[in-house]
């Protein structure tokens, strides 16, 4: 009776097991020969791959403020000096002959030096070329021969269920490879400023392997992998790739130009969906409406209207601000892009070319002496008021009074403030500023004299 029971609970446990979760099984062939290993593609590409390792000096903070902290516990002043960090991610050769690589902003940044080590252990000094912190790219450089490259996917052609490989360096373990499908695709959302069009993956990615290689099974790049989504900080089958569409892009106009030169349509927009729609009597499901248009925009040029809905770009549908956001904010400047949008429920095509959305930033010290070191540009949250910080320089009488890279400002001494030209008339000639600000899910007040 005892051994009964042990083999009838066995055999529960064996169902249930087989009902779990699993890691992908592996493709039946690749290039149309069977396999049974993965081996033969690794051996191939993995050489492309690179372990990064950056070094970068930190300013060292104390809670309460440096003085005030040192003072109470008697702490020396060297204390409080800056400190050298140190950290690792991964890269992939790209360009074999001029030595680039890709990999992301959030590893090589804001780095002081940077070492690669290839996969035969060879190690050299790398450095930056250009990033850019809003799609988290960046290229950086090597002189050296005999480098292996790999070659770069049309990630548009990839498909839910696809199987693919990443390759990085794990907790700086070195080259690791990891195997899955693609999980879904045009993941956005991440992070709240960003320009997302994720692939999803769950091949295992972990610390470390942000700025390796998500590979399809015919050997080709199609995502830099990027970020994870995890409580604990380690895999749980969600990861993130930049689809090689926007790495591309984000790449050639870093080496094309030196920087990122961002399409710029000039509106504000928010989200639009049936029930709204209805009310301002157009019979569409969802989109951008545009409540704001800048003078002498591309949207202007193009002929659009606040209250226009803009419902597709380039042929592909829009379902909201947060899209329209994205679509735009992918394309360079100079791009010619067709507009689908309604108006009194007809529907509209029209194109016209992007700014640029460098031409719309305004340095802090030319509002108030305050916000020096500051830069403002128009906002590009999903909001429709404010204007956002694009960067704020430290030690800045703008750091110092507490802005920071990515605030929203939604009124000025209680005035709404919707755009650049709002803030300075409201600003201009005013010893005392009370900003409203929108950081994340919080807000606040900031005073500045």
Same mark, same amino acid.
């Given at each position: 009776?005892?051994?009964?029971?042990?083999?009838?609970?066995?055999?529960?446990?064996?169902?249930?097991?087989?009902?779990?979760?699993?890691?992908?099984?592996?493709?039946?062939?690749?290039?149309?020969?069977?396999?049974?290993?993965?081996?033969?593609?690794?051996?191939?590409?993995?050489?492309?791959?690179?372990?990064?390792?950056?070094?970068?000096?930190?300013?060292?903070?104390?809670?309460?403020?440096?003085?005030?902290?040192?003072?109470?516990?008697?702490?020396?002043?060297?204390?409080?000096?800056?400190?050298?960090?140190?950290?690792?991610?991964?890269?992939?050769?790209?360009?074999?002959?001029?030595?680039?690589?890709?990999?992301?902003?959030?590893?090589?940044?804001?780095?002081?030096?940077?070492?690669?080590?290839?996969?035969?252990?060879?190690?050299?000094?790398?450095?930056?070329?250009?990033?850019?912190?809003?799609?988290?790219?960046?290229?950086?450089?090597?002189?050296?021969?005999?480098?292996?490259?790999?070659?770069?996917?049309?990630?548009?052609?990839?498909?839910? &269920?696809?199987?693919?490989? #990443?390759?990085? =360096?794990?907790? $700086?373990?070195?080259?690791?490879?990891? +195997?899955? /499908? *693609? !999980?879904?695709?045009?993941?956005?959302?991440?992070?709240?400023?960003?320009?997302?069009?994720?692939?999803?993956?769950?091949?295992?990615?972990?610390? &470390?392997?942000?700025?390796? #290689?998500?590979? =399809?099974?015919? $050997?080709?790049?199609?995502?830099?992998? +990027?970020? /994870? *989504? !995890?409580?604990?900080?380690?895999?749980?089958?969600?990861?993130?790739?930049?689809?090689?569409?926007?790495?591309?892009?984000?790449?050639?106009?870093?080496?094309?130009?030196?920087?990122?030169?961002?399409?710029?349509? $000039?509106?504000?927009?928010?989200?639009?969906?049936?029930?709204?729609?209805?009310?301002?009597?157009?019979?569409?499901?969802?989109?951008?409406?545009?409540?704001?248009?800048?003078?002498?925009?591309?949207?202007?040029?193009?002929?659009?209207?606040?209250?226009?809905?803009?419902?597709?770009?380039?042929?592909?549908?829009?379902?909201?601000?947060?899209?329209?956001?994205?679509?735009?904010?992918?394309?360079?400047?100079?791009?010619?892009?067709?507009?689908?949008?309604?108006?009194?429920?007809?529907?509209?095509?029209?194109?016209?070319?992007?700014?640029?959305?460098?031409?719309?930033?305004?340095?802090?010290?030319?509002?108030?002496?305050?916000?020096?070191?500051?830069?403002?540009?128009?906002?590009?949250?999903?909001?429709?008021?404010?204007?956002?910080?694009?960067?704020?320089?430290?030690?800045?009488?703008?750091?110092?009074?507490?802005?920071?890279?990515?605030?929203?400002?939604?009124?000025?001494?209680?005035?709404?403030?919707?755009?650049?030209?709002?803030?300075?008339?409201?600003?201009?000639?005013?010893?005392?500023?009370?900003?409203?600000?929108?950081?994340?899910?919080?807000?606040?007040?900031?005073?500045?004299?």
């Amino acid at each position: 009776m005892i051994t009964k029971t042990r083999m009838t609970v066995a055999s529960v446990l064996l169902a249930l097991l087989s009902l779990a979760p699993t890691q992908a099984a592996l493709p039946q062939s690749v290039r149309d020969k069977p396999v049974t290993s993965l081996a033969p593609l690794v051996e191939e590409v993995a050489p492309a791959v690179v372990n990064i390792r950056v070094s970068q000096t930190v300013a060292r903070r104390y809670p309460f403020g440096d003085d005030a902290f040192r003072r109470f516990f008697s702490l020396p002043d060297s204390r409080s000096g800056p400190r050298e960090v140190a950290s690792a991610g991964s890269g992939v050769i790209v360009d074999a002959e001029r030595g680039y690589i890709l990999t992301n902003h959030h590893v090589v940044g804001d780095a002081d030096t940077i070492r690669i080590s290839l996969m035969d252990g060879t190690i050299l000094d790398a450095k930056l070329v250009g990033s850019d912190p809003a799609t988290d790219i960046a290229v950086i450089k090597v002189e050296a021969t005999g480098l292996t490259e790999m070659a770069i996917g049309d990630s548009t052609n990839a498909r839910v &269920g696809d199987f693919v490989i #990443a390759i990085g =360096n794990p907790f $700086g373990l070195g080259h690791t490879v990891t +195997s899955g /499908i *693609i !999980s879904a695709l045009g993941r956005t959302g991440i992070s709240r400023d960003a320009y997302e069009d994720f692939i999803q993956t769950d091949a295992s990615i972990n610390p &470390g392997n942000s700025g390796g #290689a998500l590979v =399809n099974m015919n $050997g080709e790049l199609i995502g830099i992998n +990027s970020a /994870i *989504i !995890s409580r604990s900080g380690g895999n749980v089958g969600i990861g993130f790739a930049v689809p090689t569409e926007i790495a591309s892009s984000i790449m050639r106009q870093i080496l094309d130009f030196g920087e990122v030169r961002r399409g710029l349509l $000039g509106v504000n927009i928010t989200t639009i969906d049936a029930e709204a729609a209805e009310a301002l009597g157009n019979d569409i499901d969802s989109g951008a409406l545009i409540t704001l248009i800048q003078a002498e925009s591309a949207a202007e040029n193009a002929g659009l209207q606040v209250g226009d809905i803009i419902v597709a770009v380039n042929s592909k549908k829009v379902d909201g601000a947060a899209e329209l956001r994205n679509r735009i904010g992918l394309l360079r400047s100079g791009d010619e892009i067709s507009i689908q949008y309604v108006r009194d429920n007809e529907t509209y095509l029209t194109s016209t070319e992007l700014g640029r959305a460098q031409d719309q930033k305004v340095l802090g010290e030319e509002i108030h002496p305050g916000l020096s070191g500051s830069v403002f540009a128009p906002a590009s949250a999903t909001s429709d008021e404010g204007v956002e910080i694009d960067e704020v320089q430290d030690g800045s009488p703008a750091a110092q009074r507490g802005l920071r890279a990515g605030d929203l400002i939604t009124h000025v001494n209680r005035e709404p403030v919707r755009s650049l030209q709002d803030l300075r008339e409201i600003a201009g000639n005013k010893r005392i500023l009370f900003l409203n600000v929108r950081r994340g899910d919080r807000s606040l007040m900031l005073q500045i004299r």
